[in-house]
C-alpha cells in the first residue's frame, strides 16, 4: 500500500500578521508552523503503515525551501518514507490549483490513499480534499476521527453536525483529518538525523503536465477585521444578573 | 442576470434554520447584480422540505427525491446537483457553510468548472466575497473569475430571511446519484442524544474554557439548564479531552451567533473569537483581568468560574421562579 499524505506550512495563529503592501498576502516576519491537520493526517498515516507491513508514506508541500524543511522535519523526522516539494509561490495559488498539483503527483505516484488535513489554518477554505476526490473521481471521507484499513476498504468515522457518521469508501480514496483523529507525535532524535537522509524531490509544476496553471478564486483585498468594543467590567454576580435583564433585556 | 440554486439543508426531512441564513445571502445577491434564485432538496422522502419552501420567493423549488440520495454522500450529492444546476442554467449555487456544505460543494464545483469560495461573512459592491482567513484574524475580500461560481455561506453573518408569500412551484427532478459506480457505502450515524438546543440555533450558549478542568460539566449545566441554552467549549478544552469535540466553536469547529454567549474561563484566542464574535450579547467569566476575552466581552466578570457560574445559576433560577 502507499498512502500521499500533505505537509502544509501555515503561519502560526497566535502570531501578529502584517498585510502586505499589494492587500492580497501576509507579509514581514511570519513564525511558521506545521498545519495542525496535516499533523493528524501525517499521523493517521504512520498508524495505518505501522499496521499494513509494506506500506510506503510519502508527504508532499507546495512552496519553497521553507516548505521542504516544514517536510523535513514535520513529516520525515516523524516517520514518513520520503518527501516531495512541488515549487510554487504560496501566494500566487487557489486550491483549485493545489488540487490539480495533487492530482498531477497523484498520477506519478499512484497512491491508494491520499490522506490530507481537513482545511489549511490561513487560507481556511475546507476545499482541496474534496476538490482532489472529485478531479481523481475517488471516494472522498472528509472531517475523519477514525480510520480503520482492512483489504481495500476503508471505515472512515466523520466529525458531522449533530454527531458521527461511518462510510465504508473502497480504496483509492481521499480521507481528511479532523481534531479528534489522534495525538501526532514527536519526533525523535533518532527521527530528526534519518530524515536528513530520506529520498526527497523536488518538481516544477510543470513537471506534472496540467492543462493550464491559472486560479478560479483571486484574493482582492485583505483587511483586519473590526473588532467589538470591550464594554463593563461587572462588580459582582448581583450586578451581572440585573445589567443582563434590565439594560441587555438577554435573561 | 443570475441565476441562483440554493441547497436546503434539512435534517430527516425537517428545514434547517441555516437554510434561510443562506437564502438572505442569495437575496442580496440578486438584489446586488439582477437574476432569481431556485431551491434545490435533494434527499429521500423530503417533499415536505420542498413545501416549506415554498412562500420564499423562489422561481422553483426543484425536488430531487432518489433512495441513493438518503444519507448526504458527497459524491452524489454533488453530481445531482450539478446535473440540476447544469439544466436550469445556474451559475451560481450555494449551500450553508455546514459538514454536508463543506463536503458536497467543492466537488459540485469541479463538475461545473467553477471557482468556490468558502464561508461568506459578506458581499462587497463590486462582486467580491469576504470571507475569514488565517484563522479569523483577517478578512480577506476574494473574486471569482470563473463564469459558473459556487458558494458556502457562513449562516451566522446573514439574519434569517422573511417568507414573502406566494407559491413556488415544486419541480421534481429525475436525479441519477449514480452511487453505486461511486465507490462509498453509509455505514451508521451515531447522534449526538441531546434535549438541548443545536449549537447552531440556540438563543443562549454557555461555553466552557480549559479553565473548567474536568468540572466543565459540572459548571456549565447547571446554568445551561437554567436558561435552556446550547453548551459550547473551546478547541483547548475539547485538546485537554474536557469536552467532546462537536462542542468546539470557533474558526475551525462551529460559528454560532446566539443572542448571549457565556465565555467561562476561557482566555478568548483569535480563532474561539472567529467563531463567536457575531453573538449579541457576550459575557466573560475569568478570574485573570489580562485575558483578551474581556476586550470583546459586553459584560466582563472577574471572578473564580468554580464561584461565580453557581451563583448565577442560582440567582437566574431565584428570578425565574
Known sequence: ?251 | MSKVLILAEHDKGALKKVTLNTLAFARQYVAKFGGSYDFAVLGHNVAGVAEALRGYGAGAVHLADHADLQHPIASAWAKVLADLAKSIGADMVVAPATTTGKDVLPRTAVRLGAGMASDIIALTDSGAFARPMWAGNLTGNVKISTANKVISVRASAFDAAEATGGQSPVVAFAADPALASSRVKFVSFDGVQSTRPDLAEAATIVSGGRGLKDRFYAVTEPLADVLGAAIGATRAAVDDGYAPNDLQIGQTGKVVAPQLYFAIAMSGAVQHLAGMKNSKVIVAINKNPDEPIFKVADYGLIADAFVAVPELTAQIKALRG
Open chain 1, 1 to 251: 500500500m502507499k498512502i500521499l499524505v500533505s505537509a502544509k506550512r501555515v503561519s502560526d495563529p497566535n502570531a501578529k500578521l502584517a498585510i502586505a503592501k499589494d492587500g492580497k498576502w501576509i507579509e514581514g516576519d511570519v513564525e511558521y508552523i506545521l498545519n495542525p491537520f496535516c499533523e493528524n493526517a501525517i499521523e493517521c498515516a504512520l498508524q495505518i503503515a505501522e499496521a499494513n507491513e509494506g506500506t510506503e508514506t510519502v508527504a508532499i508541500g507546495i512552496g519553497d525551501d521553507e516548505t521542504a524543511r516544514f517536510i523535513r522535519q514535520g513529516a520525515l523526522a516523524r516517520g514518513i518514507d520520503r518527501g516531495i516539494l512541488v515549487s510554487a509561490e504560496e501566494a500566487s495559488i487557489d486550491s483549485d490549483l493545489i488540487a490539480r498539483i495533487y492530482q498531477g503527483v497523484v498520477h506519478r505516484e499512484k497512491p491508494d490513499i491520499v490522506l490530507l488535513g481537513k482545511q489549511a489554518i490561513d487560507g481556511d477554505s475546507n476545499q482541496v480534499g474534496q476538490l482532489l476526490a472529485e478531479y481523481l473521481g475517488w471516494p472522498q471521507a472528509t472531517f475523519a476521527s477514525k480510520v480503520e484499513v482492512s483489504g481495500n476498504k476503508a471505515i472512515v468515522t466523520r466529525e458531522v453536525d449533530g454527531g458521527l457518521e461511518t462510510l465504508e469508501v473502497s480504496l483509492p480514496c481521499v480521507i481528511t483529518a479532523d481534531l479528534r483523529l489522534n495525538e501526532p507525535r514527536f519526533a525523535s532524535l533518532a527521527g530528526i538525523m534519518k530524515a536528513k537522509k530520506k529520498p526527497f524531490d523536488e518538481l516544477e509544476i510543470d513537471d506534472l503536465d496540467l492543462e493550464d496553471t491559472d486560479t478560479k478564486v483571486q484574493i482582492v483585498g485583505l483587511s483586519t477585521p473590526s473588532g467589538r468594543k470591550a464594554g463593563v467590567i461587572v462588580k459582582d454576580v448581583t450586578e451581572l444578573v440585573q445589567k443582563l435583564r434590565s439594560e441587555a433585556r438577554a435573561i
